[in-house]
């Protein structure tokens, strides 16, 4: 139908919808949206994203992010966008955020509204594998969200299509008749959908792929230099290493605990845990970009004898995350990443 055939009466509603629309939105989320489309012009950007403080700093005290002197952040939703270059590349950092949900939905944010070419997400995790150290960074080829469970009765049966079962009663002490009342949990797959799959229709998904091509380059940075002192009175026993292609694994659980910890590395053969990793990869494929992760090992996930180490030594493994994150970014070739 031709457009000079649209009746006046329904531009009329089309503008007065679009006004009640406008209406909802706050004044300082028009702003933004102002500033954003302004620096997409200027785009892309890499965008990177960390969880929480001690990685914020980490990364910032490295004073490789240089802000942009007209826009240094956009505030969105709560969560500032930091707008600079690192190492002479543009780049727009967020921290978005412990757990699942913020790590989507700062991810998603980005994707959506920034022009970026992929994202870098970074921070601490907990060592699950004994034969990493704390102070390690591992750049995972792999990730699972082992968050997702079906939680049976005494008696019932785990659903057959699970892809790992935990069994409380095995866990008693003293062993007893192995009965417990929290009974079993079933490991349930994440339902995936994306943009190079089938509209509307999920792919079942236990370990989410990192980007074969940045997996590639990050494997360049194996054998790196990383720090392995605190400060003059507190180091670790051994020089750290850089890890490429382990798995990872993510919940919104903190896990500070030997027996859980052993169960996730026997049944998934994880190196580390840590509450996001798996939100900002999925989330990152699921709209076709490409992304990688780095973390630093903070702790020992609860293996450790008394206090958890990520007071101690939280501060040291972001700092070799961050100067792991400086030579991947130092590796990306200059046209599309
Ligand atoms: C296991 O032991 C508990 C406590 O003694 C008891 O209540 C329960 O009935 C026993 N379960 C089985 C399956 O024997
Ligand atoms: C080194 O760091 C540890 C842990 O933060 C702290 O307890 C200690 O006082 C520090 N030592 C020096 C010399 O700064
Ligand atoms: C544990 O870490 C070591 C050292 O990086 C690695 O060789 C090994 O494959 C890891 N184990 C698993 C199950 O991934």
Known sequence: ????????????????????????????????LHVIKELNRRGP???????????????????????????????????????????????IYVRCGIGMI?????????????????????????????????????????????????WVNTNGAVDSADVSQLDFGSYNVPKG?????????????EQFFSESGEPNIAESLV????????????????????????????????????????????????????????FLFKKFEVSSADMETAAVVMTSLSNGFPVIVIRGLSDLAGQQQGENAVKKFGSLAALNTAKAVLGFIDNLPGHAY
Not at 11 to 26: C, G, P, Q
């Open 1 to 32: 139908m031709a457009a000079k055939q649209v009746k006046p009466c329904l531009v009329l509603v089309l503008v007065f919808s679009l006004l009640v629309f406008v209406s909802a939105v706050s004044k300082n989320r028009i702003k933004s």
């Open 45 to 91: 950007y890499i965008g990177l994203i960390t969880v929480f403080s001690t990685e914020e700093d980490a990364f910032f005290a490295t004073g490789s992010f240089r802000s942009d002197p007209k826009h240094p952040f956009v505030d969105l939703s709560g969560r500032r966008f930091r707008i600079g270059k690192v190492r002479g590349r543009k780049a």
């Open 102 to 150: 913020n790590a989507a939905a700062a991810t998603q944010q980005m994707l959506d509204l920034f022009d970026v070419k992929g994202i870098i997400h970074f921070g601490i995790a907990g060592n699950i594998n004994n034969s990493m150290s704390i102070g390690d960074v591992t750049i995972p080829k792999q990730v699972a969200h082992t968050g997702i469970w079906d």
């Open 177 to 189: 008749n192995g009965s417990n009342l929290l009974g079993h949990i079933g490991y349930s797959k």
């Open 207 to 262: 370990w989410a792929k990192i980007s074969p091509h940045w997996l590639q380059l990050a494997s360049n940075l194996e054998g790196m230099k990383l720090e392995q002192c605190v400060n003059s009175s507190l180091c670790l026993p051994e020089k750290p290493k850089l890890v490429v292609g382990l798995r990872a694994s993510t919940a919104n659980i903190f896990v500070d605990n030997a027996a859980y910890r052993d």
